[in-house]
């Protein structure tokens, strides 16, 4: 073989080598449990049901078997399922009061009289999945009784009664215990060998007394909430929106393919959000790669916010191969630029109008930092507020994207390399995307 031959083959080998190394120190940073590899889509009662737990007065929206029952029958029949969304959560106040002689945790037996075994078989016959919820520490957030002391045998019950997935939260719990008691409960799912999603609080209460430890987060958990409870309101949206960002440097990083930050669930299709509103959420939490857990009625949700749940473009973004968790990469002029670096090169761009007086304004495309990978040309399309294919730009191009108050403009732009080699558009990178977690 020639001289310059044999370099190319080393080059090309080592390349190969640091490729296949990186590949698997990102495999070893999450939770080895094969699920979450893209982000959790499905739908979770808590924002909306809450602890509804009064049946008599209340049966069609109680805490009840015949809820998740429905859920999981509309969820088949209305698209839901076709579009991506798979996991039926049970969240607070399924539990009696009382474990059972054996002390195992047990269903209220009124408000689920066969049992979430049978339930699960129920869900699981319509192709879907079930999740449940328990507690790191003594007692659940609304005072049932808590996992501390019983890991193993909770995990074992949930593993036999087919539950796919389960909400650890961190109420009544030391803090100084909580990173022990999570990986605790990490290893009892695992030993059980069931495939069990596992959905975290702990950053959440560990943030209030020091910064958690969030390499040993994302080895443990599927997803974690950082931050406090959505609420149905703009401000509750807004706030989450905001912490992300103000700590976007410390948490981004963490997520990928395997463990991603979790913002709370989506309240599309509540009370509380105007269509614009909606949309900001929807858009966001895609461009975060949030899990996707709606929390609304699916037997009664208005035709546009089901259409906004269920656009397809929308959930590419959130379900995009490459795993990256989008940053705020611009403040100006009471707009936020948020983008989220996509498979294939490509961009994710959404523009939040954070003006609430007046109406539509306007915002030139070259604003966002990440416009640069539009050089030499770029594709663009619109995907909120109304699809739209844009066509070829330029990065001179005057696109200007016209956001509504608290709306959100979304747009992909993919880079249509030259046809000289070595010309080809290089990705841009915003600053942070340059972590060292940030690998691939
Ligand atoms: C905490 C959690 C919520 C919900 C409630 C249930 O507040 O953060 O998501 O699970 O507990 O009591």
Redesign the pocket.
């Known amino acids: 073989m020639c001289g310059k031959c044999r370099a190319k083959v080393k080059m090309y080998g080592a390349m190969f080598l640091l490729g296949l190394i990186i590949l698997m120190s990102r495999a070893a940073e999450a939770l080895d449990n094969g699920l979450a590899l893209k982000p959790t889509m499905g739908w979770?009662h808590?924002?909306r049901f809450?602890?509804n737990i009064d049946c008599d007065r209340d049966p069609n929206n109680c805490i009840s078997e015949s809820l998740y029952m429905q859920m999981a029958d509309a969820m088949v029949k209305e698209g839901w399922k076709e579009a991506g969304y798979e996991y039926v959560c049970i969240?607070?106040?399924w539990p009696s009061h009382q474990r059972d002689a054996q002390g195992r945790l047990q269903a209220d037996p009124k408000r689920f009289p066969r049992g979430i075994k049978k339930l699960a078989d129920y869900v699981h016959s319509k192709g879907l999945k079930l999740g449940i919820?328990a507690?790191v520490g003594k007692n659940?957030?609304?005072g049932y009784p808590g996992s501390l002391g019983y890991y193993e045998t909770d995990a074992q019950t949930f593993a036999e009664w087919g539950v796919d997935l389960l909400?650890f939260?961190?109420?009544y719990m030391d803090w100084k215990l909580l990173g022990e008691g999570y990986m605790n409960m990490s290893k009892a799912l695992n030993k059980t060998g069931a495939s069990i999603l596992y959905s975290c609080?702990w950053p959440?209460y560990e943030w209030p007394f020091r910064q958690p430890n969030y390499t040993a987060i994302r080895e443990t958990c599927n997803h974690w909430?950082n931050y406090?409870?959505?609420y149905d309101s703009w401000s509750s949206v807004k706030s989450i929106l905001d912490w992300t960002a103000s700590h976007q440097d410390i948490i981004a990083p963490s997520a990928g393919p395997g463990g991603w930050n979790d913002p709370?669930?989506l309240v599309i299709g509540n009370f509380g959000l105007s269509h614009d509103q909606q949309e900001s959420q929807m858009a966001l939490w895609a461009i975060m790669a949030a899990p996707l857990l709606m929390s609304n009625d699916l037997r009664e949700i208005c035709p546009r916010s089901k259409e906004l749940l269920q656009n397809r473009h929308i959930i590419a973004i959130s379900q995009d191969p490459l795993g990256r968790q989008g940053y705020r990469t611009a403040k100006v002029e009471s707009f936020e630029v948020w983008e989220r670096p996509l498979s294939q090169n490509r961009l994710a761009i959404a523009v939040l109008n954070k003006q609430e007086i007046g109406g539509p304004r306007g915002l030139p495309i070259q604003a966002a930092p990440g416009w640069k990978i539009c050089s030499p040309k770029c594709n663009v399309t619109q995907i909120l507020p109304q699809y739209k294919e844009m066509g070829v730009q330029t990065p001179n191009s005057n696109l200007v994207v016209s956001v509504n108050p608290s709306g959100t403009a979304l747009l992909t732009v993919t880079p249509i390399s030259s046809n000289f080699p070595g010309r080809q558009s290089l990705h841009w990178q915003h600053p942070s995307f340059k972590h060292k977690n940030n690998i691939l």
């Open positions: 979770l808590w924002e809450m602890c969240d607070d106040c919820y507690d659940t957030c609304a909400k939260d961190g109420c609080e959440l909430r406090a409870d959505v709370d669930m």
